[in-house]
Every structure is written in structure tokens, then in C-alpha cells.
């Protein structure tokens, strides 16, 4: 047990309002002690912003604590309970590998999640072990730390740590614990479970603490349960639009994964585009493409579909009333998710005000960039800085025509050139992780070299600096690896 004093000098200021929701939403789970915890990589800056002594939680004392092997008194470790609809499929789910210690309140008053992922089995296992390997801890690690560089919003990473033991996937591994902090770990899932297995009281508790944690500007009593759905699906539309603007694929996008905080979570089978193709899967179990790059609008209003149904016994006391004012909820996800996806493509393109012309702009370029396979990002950044390599796309009769018009458009605003170039700058990222970038990191670590990764790591979370030690990372593979692949280790 880590007494009072090792609490106050590590920075933790731990509240456990989750667990004052009734007992269906979660299980107590007892500590799963590992052999030789040892630090890898610990993200010292978000350490600060969450009031953490980072030197504290890099002792010998901090590290049993992010290994699961001392308990917080003032923690609560339980393993919550959801559902999902897992490639279109019903399953009582859970957590069930990782841990959450408690909310950590920070200097400035907010609440984030503090969460142990590897930390071994939990009443929802179904049968797993409830550890992790290294190479997909880092893997987690690295995408989420590269997507809050980004400015999108996500879980964030605030250590890994080995185990000392090995787990056994398709071959023995190094063992590993992820430290993850998020806004909160409440999914669309959650909400399922609690429509399927639990009363309607459960389910309006469920509610009303989502809307005092995440939405507490909310203050109509009367449509409080409309309005939490609005606020959802708004957040929703403009972080699938961030995905898209920047060539993300999530890769499972099940409604398990889907966060109620519109936080990007659970970086598993994701990655980004190289050569621009809106067909593009990576996941090795999506066959059918159901979470392609093009699909992901789509996929994210089914998901709103299916939140929006467990909160019809709220909406409305008249069933048919319920469903459709939850209909009508919506219905308006698309012109949300069209009206921020343009306006992101707007600015990666200099323009800043709106023609009804932009939007075929936008998508010739796109159609463009898909036909000479050039890379979406790099392209983008050619744009940005008046850098036409001897490519076939910059020669071709297609893109002249486009810059022309292009550059008729920015003629029609009345921004600067120097003004639509720092936009475009600031809209277009240098370097995003790359999937060729990450598995030489992991490649790397796993031979006990994190220097590389802590050189990938420091040039991710400046992506919009444009400055000469990006250089080398902004490099697409030599072959296009669109049709690399990825699995849900993570």
C-alpha cells in the first residue's frame, strides 16, 4: 500500500467519482503484481500538466505503482463494464486488461482518468490474460502521443513500463503496462450495457453523470438527455473530420471505441495514409473494408445510431416520440461532419472564407492525388511550400489545370500571400507516424535501443514547426505501404 506522504510527493490528487454509479458499471479487481517493472518511455511534460512529480513516479516506488504492484489507498482499481457492437455484431464486453486507478485532479481543477492497460486479468477477461507486449504498448504510446500533437483529441500516454515477464502471442514477447489518462474511459458501449442489462434508473444515472462530467454548460433540465445526444454527435462529427483531414484510419471503429468525450481511444489495428487511396483498410480482421478511410463518416453515424437508441427510454415517455426525436438528432451528424471536414480542407488548401466552388476543388485535388498514387501528406506540403518536384502528378495536364483554378480562388479572398501561406503551414502537418517510422521504433525498443523512439517521439510533437530535423521523418516509404497491415494486439 503506497502510504499517505508517498502519495502527496508523487502529485497524486485522486477523486473516484465513477465508482458512485451503481455496481453494474464496473467490478473491483485485485492487484496482478509483476517480477521486474522497469520505465521504458514516461512523458514527462503531461506528467506536469497533471500536477505529477515526475521524478517521484520514476523511482523504484513510482514504478510498482505504474506496475500494478502497490495499491493507492485513495485509488479505487476497478475494470468498467460496456458493451459494443463489434464489426456490426452485439457482445457484453469490459475491460479486460486494464485497470483504472482513479481521476486525477489536476492544478487547474480538471479530471482525467488514470488507467493501467496490461495490468493483467479482470472479471471480463472471457478467457485472456490480461497482459500486454511491449511492441504494441509503445505502439499505443507513440500514435496517441503523435495525434495530440496534432491537435486531435485522444487518450494520451504517460508511461510504459516492462514487466520482466513474457506474454505468448504468435511468439514469446516482452511483457508491458501502459499508464493511460484520458477525460474519461465511457464509451458508447457503456451506454449499451446499460440499456441491455441494466434498469432505467441505472441508465438516467449513466446520463446524468456524463452530463455533469463532460457536459456540465448543459443546464435544460427538461431536454438535458436531447441535448447530451447533440453534444455527442457534435463532438463526434468534428473529430472524425480531424481523422480525415490528416489520412487517419482508426481501423475498429466498434462502438466500444467510440468515446462518449469524443476523445480518439484504443489504438489497436489504426494507421495512416502514405499514397492517397480512400479505399485503404489496414486492420487484418476488417475483410470488408466496413472501417476503410472512406467509410469512417459513415461508420461514425452508425455508431450515433446506436447510442442514440439506448438513450430513447430518456428522450420521450412515448416510445414512438422518443425514436423520433432521436431520429432527428441524427440525421444532422453528416452536415456537421461535412461542414468541419471542409472547412479543415479549406484551410490545408489557404482559403478562408466560403464559395460554394470549394467543395469541388477540394475533391478534384483529391482525385487527382489518388490517380498519380502520390502521398496524401507530402502532397499537401508541396502545396504549402511552392515545392513542385519532378513528379508526374506536378506534370500533368489534370494538376495544371487545378492550380489554375486554385489560384483564381485565392485571388477572390482577401488574405495576404503571406497569410494563406501560414495558414497552410499551420493546417498542414510536416510529419505525421508513419507506419514504416513506428515499426522501426518498436523494432528498436524491442532490441533495448529507445533512443530512436525518444528522437521520433520529441519531432511528433511539434508536427506543424516544418523545421530541418523533420525532414527525415516526413520521407514515405520507398514502397508504398498501403497495403501494410496492422492487428489488434494493442
Same mark, same amino acid.
Given at each position: 500500500?503506497?502510504?499517505?506522504?508517498?502519495?502527496?510527493?508523487?502529485?497524486?490528487?485522486?477523486?473516484?467519482?465513477?465508482?458512485n454509479?451503481?455496481?453494474l458499471?464496473?467490478?473491483?479487481?485485485?492487484?496482478?503484481?509483476?517480477?521486474?517493472?522497469?520505465?521504458?518511455?514516461?512523458?514527462?511534460?503531461?506528467?506536469?500538466?497533471?500536477?505529477?512529480?515526475?521524478?517521484?513516479?520514476?523511482?523504484?516506488?513510482g514504478?510498482?505503482?505504474l506496475?500494478?504492484?502497490?495499491?493507492?489507498?485513495?485509488?479505487?482499481f476497478?475494470?468498467?463494464?460496456?458493451?459494443?457492437h463489434?464489426?456490426?455484431?452485439?457482445?457484453?464486453l469490459?475491460?479486460?486488461?486494464t485497470?483504472?486507478?482513479?481521476?486525477?485532479?489536476?492544478?487547474?481543477?480538471? =479530471?482525467?482518468?488514470?488507467?493501467?492497460?496490461?495490468?493483467?486479468?479482470?472479471?471480463?477477461s472471457?478467457?485472456?490474460?490480461?497482459?500486454?507486449?511491449?511492441?504494441?504498448?509503445?505502439?499505443?504510446?507513440?500514435?496517441s502521443?503523435?495525434?495530440?500533437?496534432?491537435?486531435?483529441?485522444?487518450?494520451r500516454?504517460?508511461?510504459?513500463?516492462?514487466?520482466?515477464?513474457?506474454?505468448?502471442?504468435q511468439?514469446r514477447?516482452?511483457?508491458a503496462?501502459?499508464?493511460?489518462?484520458?477525460?474519461?474511459?465511457?464509451?458508447?458501449?457503456?451506454f449499451?450495457?446499460?440499456?441491455?442489462?441494466?434498469?432505467?434508473?441505472e441508465?438516467?444515472?449513466?446520463?446524468?453523470?456524463?452530463?455533469?462530467?463532460?457536459?456540465?454548460?448543459?443546464?435544460?433540465?427538461?431536454?438535458?438527455?436531447?441535448?447530451?445526444?447533440?453534444?455527442v454527435?457534435?463532438?463526434?462529427?468534428?473529430?472524425?473530420?480531424?481523422?480525415?483531414?490528416?489520412?487517419?484510419?482508426?481501423g475498429?471503429?466498434n462502438t466500444?471505441?467510440?468515446?462518449?468525450?469524443?476523445?480518439?481511444?484504443?489504438?489497436?489495428?489504426?494507421?495512416?495514409?502514405?499514397?492517397?487511396?480512400?479505399?485503404?483498410?489496414?486492420?487484418?480482421?476488417?475483410?470488408?473494408?466496413?472501417?476503410a478511410?472512406?467509410?469512417?463518416?459513415?461508420?461514425?453515424?452508425?455508431n450515433l445510431?446506436?447510442?442514440?437508441?439506448?438513450?430513447?427510454?430518456?428522450?420521450?415517455?412515448n416510445?414512438?416520440r422518443?425514436?423520433?426525436?432521436?431520429?432527428?438528432?441524427?440525421?444532422?451528424?453528416?452536415?456537421?461532419?461535412?461542414l468541419?471536414?471542409i472547412?479543415?480542407? =479549406?484551410?490545408?488548401?489557404?482559403?478562408?472564407?466560403q464559395e460554394?466552388?470549394?467543395?469541388?476543388?477540394?475533391?478534384?485535388?483529391?482525385?487527382?492525388?489518388e490517380?498519380?498514387n502520390?502521398?496524401?501528406?507530402?502532397t499537401f506540403?508541396?502545396?504549402?511550400?511552392?515545392?513542385?518536384?519532378?513528379?508526374?502528378?506536378?506534370?500533368?495536364?489534370?494538376?495544371?489545370n487545378w492550380y489554375?483554378?486554385?489560384?483564381?480562388?485565392?485571388?477572390?479572398?482577401?488574405?495576404?500571400?503571406?497569410?494563406?501561406a501560414?495558414?497552410?503551414?499551420?493546417s498542414?502537418?510536416?510529419?505525421?507516424? =508513419?507506419?514504416?517510422?513506428?515499426?522501426?521504433v518498436?523494432e528498436?525498443?524491442?532490441?533495448g535501443d529507445?533512443?530512436v523512439?525518444?528522437?521520433?517521439?520529441?519531432?511528433?510533437?511539434?508536427?506543424?514547426?516544418?523545421?530541418?530535423?523533420?525532414?527525415e521523418?516526413?520521407?514515405?516509404p520507398?514502397?508504398?505501404d498501403?497495403?501494410?497491415?496492422?492487428?489488434?494486439?494493442?
Amino acid at each position: 500500500m503506497v502510504n499517505k506522504k508517498e502519495i502527496l510527493e508523487s502529485g497524486l490528487n485522486l477523486d473516484n467519482s465513477y465508482n458512485n454509479l451503481p455496481k453494474l458499471f464496473f467490478s473491483e479487481v485485485n492487484l496482478n503484481t509483476v517480477p521486474s517493472p522497469k520505465i521504458v518511455i514516461f512523458n514527462n511534460s503531461l506528467a506536469k500538466s497533471l500536477g505529477l512529480n515526475s521524478n517521484n513516479l520514476k523511482s523504484k516506488e513510482g514504478v510498482s505503482l505504474l506496475a500494478g504492484n502497490k495499491r493507492i489507498k485513495e485509488g479505487i482499481f476497478i475494470a468498467q463494464a460496456y458493451a459494443g457492437h463489434q464489426f456490426g455484431n452485439f457482445a457484453i464486453l469490459g475491460d479486460g486488461r486494464t485497470v483504472l486507478l482513479g481521476e486525477q485532479i489536476t492544478p487547474l481543477g480538471e =479530471r482525467f482518468d488514470i488507467q493501467l492497460k496490461g495490468s493483467g486479468k479482470t472479471p471480463y477477461s472471457r478467457g485472456g490474460d490480461g497482459k500486454a507486449a511491449l511492441g504494441p504498448m509503445l505502439r499505443e504510446y507513440i500514435i496517441s502521443e503523435g495525434m495530440y500533437g496534432l491537435g486531435i483529441p485522444t487518450t494520451r500516454s504517460l508511461a510504459v513500463i516492462k514487466t520482466g515477464e513474457f506474454v505468448f502471442r504468435q511468439s514469446r514477447e516482452e511483457g508491458a503496462i501502459l499508464t493511460r489518462v484520458a477525460s474519461s474511459h465511457i464509451r458508447f458501449g457503456t451506454f449499451e450495457y446499460a440499456y441491455h442489462m441494466g434498469t432505467y434508473e441505472e441508465l438516467e444515472k449513466l446520463a446524468n453523470y456524463c452530463l455533469k462530467r463532460h457536459f456540465p454548460h448543459i443546464k435544460d433540465k427538461n431536454d438535458k438527455y436531447l441535448n447530451l445526444l447533440n453534444e455527442v454527435i457534435k463532438v463526434q462529427a468534428s473529430l472524425v473530420a480531424k481523422w480525415q483531414a490528416v489520412g487517419f484510419i482508426h481501423g475498429v471503429m466498434n462502438t466500444d471505441n467510440m468515446t462518449i468525450s469524443g476523445e480518439t481511444i484504443d489504438y489497436g489495428p489504426c494507421a495512416f495514409m502514405d499514397n492517397y487511396n480512400p479505399d485503404t483498410v489496414f486492420s487484418s480482421i476488417d475483410i470488408q473494408g466496413r472501417y476503410a478511410y472512406k467509410n469512417q463518416p459513415i461508420m461514425a453515424e452508425w455508431n450515433l445510431c446506436r447510442f442514440a437508441e439506448t438513450l430513447i427510454p430518456l428522450l420521450d415517455k412515448n416510445k414512438e416520440r422518443a425514436i423520433s426525436i432521436a431520429q432527428d438528432a441524427v440525421s444532422n451528424f453528416y452536415d456537421l461532419y461535412y461542414l468541419n471536414w471542409i472547412s479543415n480542407m =479549406r484551410f490545408k488548401i489557404g482559403i478562408f472564407n466560403q464559395e460554394e466552388q470549394d467543395k469541388v476543388i477540394i475533391e478534384d485535388l483529391l482525385s487527382i492525388i489518388e490517380k498519380y498514387n502520390e502521398d496524401y501528406t507530402n502532397t499537401f506540403i508541396s502545396l504549402t511550400f511552392n515545392n513542385y518536384e519532378d513528379k508526374d502528378i506536378f506534370k500533368s495536364k489534370e494538376f495544371s489545370n487545378w492550380y489554375k483554378v486554385w489560384k483564381e480562388r485565392l485571388k477572390r479572398q482577401p488574405q495576404s500571400k503571406e497569410t494563406v501561406a501560414k495558414l497552410m503551414k499551420e493546417s498542414n502537418p510536416a510529419i505525421i507516424p =508513419r507506419n514504416h517510422r513506428v515499426e522501426d521504433v518498436i523494432e528498436a525498443a524491442n532490441k533495448g535501443d529507445y533512443n530512436v523512439m525518444k528522437k521520433f517521439l520529441d519531432v511528433l510533437s511539434r508536427p506543424y514547426d516544418h523545421s530541418k530535423d523533420q525532414e527525415e521523418y516526413s520521407k514515405p516509404p520507398k514502397v508504398s505501404d498501403n497495403n501494410y497491415r496492422t492487428f489488434c494486439g494493442t
